[in-house]
């Protein structure tokens, strides 16, 4: 590419029979009010332009000898016509109360690779272009996109989407680019189902904040590289709203739901999960938990702490805060041998007496109020010195804090 630019440079200084003011002969030409032309440097040539006139605009980059990006925000734009041709690997025309797009507006960009087009006042996407085969990065967010044409990622491959922040209600255009997606941001929508198929690259969807709470209403049918997703705020109540057929998610979000513990909650299905967030629900018993996870979140949930033992499980970090616990099961965390985070802070816990046989240093987060021991020996507070590792008898290390402490961390 560069090499490319710096023959079309070249060529364009013999042109002008200049050759060393070449390069300022093209920044000279014509860089427009309130754009700045940075066509210099080891970056991609950009024009970035805020609040200028669109018009000049256009017409300023139609007349550069290279491929270069450009940078369109708080410009009043209102219907977006047909665009001229114009060599852009990236375009943003963010902020622009854009409200329309003609169809088939970016059929003369060959090249473009990213299209942003964020905070704008759109309803609906269009199809923009006959052949997306260049498209790799799309972003729509914070619009109120109800509407995308069915065929708008044709031939394309398409590895990111954005279009959080708008009103979808189905995912019917991501039809034509299964194969290549990789992310998928679609939070903040109004989907009640949301139903995928052999995207055998996709590995991030986030679909937090929409309406996805009915049996069934998420499923992820043989997604074998999905690796987060992210079902937060959806006000699902069972575990029924997902299906994930084939599908081996390893970090999952259902923070912020209705998940409670009248059915019981069996994640053992979940065979790749290594972390899990059921933060702010309703639980109040410790779920069935997958062999391999090792993050496990369960803060502001309704547990009863004098019923909480964990099996035996490799989990590494227990998050049990906000729970408003006053009584708790002093062998609550015996069997876990691999935990080296446990957070109990904001419970209403006055004093307990913890058995952890944990093969790690071992890092208790606790209220000051608390009257903690562990295995027998009281923690009180340590003159505000650096608390050191202890060691006992039985050769394993704790570490522990008092919140007040937590500074050291
Ligand atoms: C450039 O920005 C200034 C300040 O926002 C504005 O007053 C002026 O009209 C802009 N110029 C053009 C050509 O839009
Ligand atoms: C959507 O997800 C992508 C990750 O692929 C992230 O970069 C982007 O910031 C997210 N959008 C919002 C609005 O957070
Ligand atoms: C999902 O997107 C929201 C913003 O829309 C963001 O705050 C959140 O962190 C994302 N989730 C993940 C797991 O990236
Ligand atoms: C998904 O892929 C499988 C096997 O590759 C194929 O049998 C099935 O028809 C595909 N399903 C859809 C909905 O495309
Ligand atoms: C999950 O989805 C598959 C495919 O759509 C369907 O055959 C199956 O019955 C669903 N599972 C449940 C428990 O509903
Ligand atoms: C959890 O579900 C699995 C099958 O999905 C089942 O084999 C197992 O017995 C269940 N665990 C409990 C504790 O009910
Ligand atoms: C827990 O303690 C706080 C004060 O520390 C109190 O406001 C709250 O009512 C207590 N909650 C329960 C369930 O006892």
Redesign the pocket.
């Known amino acids: 590419m560069t090499l490319l630019r710096g023959v079309l440079v070249f060529l364009f200084a013999i042109l002008l029979n200049t050759p060393s003011k070449s390069f300022a002969a093209v920044n000279a030409l014509e860089c427009v009010e309130n754009c700045s032309c940075n066509y210099d440097g080891y970056e991609t040539p950009n024009t970035v332009c805020i609040g200028a006139n669109f018009d000049d605009v256009i017409i300023h980059v139609q007349k550069l000898p290279f491929m270069s990006n450009l940078v369109i925000q708080k410009t009043p734009i209102y219907h977006l016509k047909k665009l001229p041709e114009l060599n852009l690997a990236e375009l943003e025309l963010s902020d622009c109360t854009i409200t329309s797009i003609e169809d088939y507006a970016f059929e003369t960009l060959q090249h473009l690779k990213v299209l942003n087009l964020d905070k704008n006042l759109l309803t609906e996407i269009p199809k923009l272009k006959r052949s997306m085969r260049n498209y790799r990065v799309i972003s729509a967010k914070h619009n109120m996109i109800s509407k995308v044409s069915p065929d708008l990622f044709i031939d394309s491959q398409i590895i990111n989407v954005d279009f ?2 708008n009103f979808l209600t189905d995912i019917e255009f991501l039809k034509r680019s299964k194969s290549s997606l990789e992310s998928l ?1 679609l ?2 929508n109004l989907l009640e189902q949301a139903y995928f198929s052999n995207f055998s690259h996709l590995s991030y969807v ?1 679909l ?2 929409n309406r996805l709470k009915e049996p069934n209403s998420v499923r992820l049918m043989g997604l074998c590289d999905i690796v ?1 997703l ?1 079902v937060s705020h959806n006000g699902i109540s069972t575990l029924d709203a997902l299906n994930l057929t084939d599908s081996y998610v390893k ?1 999952l ?1 259902l923070h912020q739901n209705r998940l409670h513990s009248n059915v019981q909650l069996n994640f053992s299905e979940y065979k790749q999960l290594q972390e899990l967030n059921l933060d702010d629900n309703e639980i109040s018993m410790i779920p069935v938990l997958p062999t391999k996870l090792q993050i496990l979140s369960l803060s502001n949930n309704k547990l009863d702490g004098s019923k909480i033992i964990f099996p035996e499980h490799g989990l590494r970090k227990v998050s049990l805060s906000g729970n408003a616990l006053k009584t708790f099961s002093e062998n609550a965390f015996i069997n876990l041998e691999k935990v080296y985070i446990i957070n109990l802070l904001n419970n209403n816990i006055t004093s307990i007496d913890l058995h952890i046989y944990s093969e790690n240093l071992v890092k208790v987060l606790f209220d000051e109020k608390t009257k903690l021991s562990i295995n027998g020996i009281n923690y009180e507070r340590n003159d505000g010195r650096f608390p050191k590792p202890q060691h006992y008898d039985s050769g394993l290390n704790f570490f522990v804090f008092k919140i007040d402490e937590m500074s050291y961390l």
């Open positions: 959080s922040h941001n939070s903040f986030n937090t904040h987060t992210d970090h979000y």
